[in-house]
């Protein structure tokens, strides 16, 4: 980003520093999502939604380095119940991060920024 003239000190917090990311940058996120979701996330339509084929750390189930399955998925409850709890902790965080990008962009700035003062 030097030669660009852009430095770190210069780029703004929060959703601003959006505005600072080059065309470039723009590209290689775009480029690297789509591989990704391209390449290894294809939804096989015989599996159930969001069950993808060798799922785990490089295709390997369970885990990589001992080979055992320390959340006991092979009890179809206890699957059930992770699964659920897991899916609403992720629609939490989204609204988490809509929240919080809904305060900075109206606000400006960020809760501990606003209320605590500058070190």
Do not use: C
Request: aromatic fraction near 12%.
């Amino acid at each position: 980003m030097q030669e660009k003239g852009l430095k770190f000190a210069d780029m703004p917090h929060g959703i601003a520093a959006i505005s600072k990311v080059p065309l470039e940058g723009w590209l290689q996120i775009v480029l690297f999502i789509g591989h990704y979701e391209g390449y290894f996330w294809r939804q096989d339509p015989k599996r159930a939604p969001g069950d993808y084929e060798g799922y785990g750390f490089l295709g390997v189930g369970k885990n990589f380095i001992i080979n055992v399955d320390p959340i006991n998925f092979q009890d179809a409850e206890v699957k059930k119940t992770k699964l659920s709890a897991e899916l609403a902790n992720g629609r939490l965080a989204m609204v988490a991060l809509m929240a919080m990008l809904f305060q900075n962009g109206t606000v400006g700035s960020t809760g501990p920024a606003m209320w605590l003062p500058a070190a």
